[in-house]
């Protein structure tokens, strides 16, 4: 099992920047692929970016260039700088521990409760 509390979310000014933050506990953080998610009221759960256990990060178009996710294996954190912030990034954002179960029917698939980031003048 893995316990993942966010914060860091809040209201912004569009242009602003936010530095969200993920703490996990209960399992051996370096061995998942953390990623974050978000949604927006109406709309689908998605990915914002991910980084695996070797490091290599991922982020979806519409954040790429302005938003930028690292970890720290010996704080078991993982972090997700935004920049340049607007409107549309505003959403819930969860975070996510992520490890495929090769010798099982269940892959370990762990969710936080979410932090709330609006974009708003």
């Known amino acids: 099992q893995v316990q993942l509390v966010e914060s860091g979310g809040g209201l912004v000014q569009p242009g602003g920047s936010l530095r969200l933050s993920c703490v996990a506990s209960g399992s051996v953080f370096s061995i998942y692929t953390m990623g974050w998610y978000r949604q927006a009221p109406g709309k689908q759960r998605e990915l914002v970016a991910s980084?695996?256990?070797?490091?290599?990060?991922n982020e979806s178009d519409s954040v790429k260039d302005r938003f930028t996710i690292s970890r720290d294996d010996a704080k078991n954190m993982v972090c997700l700088q935004m920049n340049s912030l607007k409107p549309e990034d505003t959403a819930v954002y969860y975070c996510?521990?992520?490890?495929?179960?090769?010798?099982?029917?269940?892959?370990?698939?762990?969710w936080g409760q979410g932090t709330q980031v609006i974009v708003s003048s």
């Open positions: 980084i695996t256990s070797g490091g290599t990060t």
């Open positions: 996510n521990a992520f490890k495929r179960n090769w010798s099982g029917p269940r892959d370990y698939d762990y």
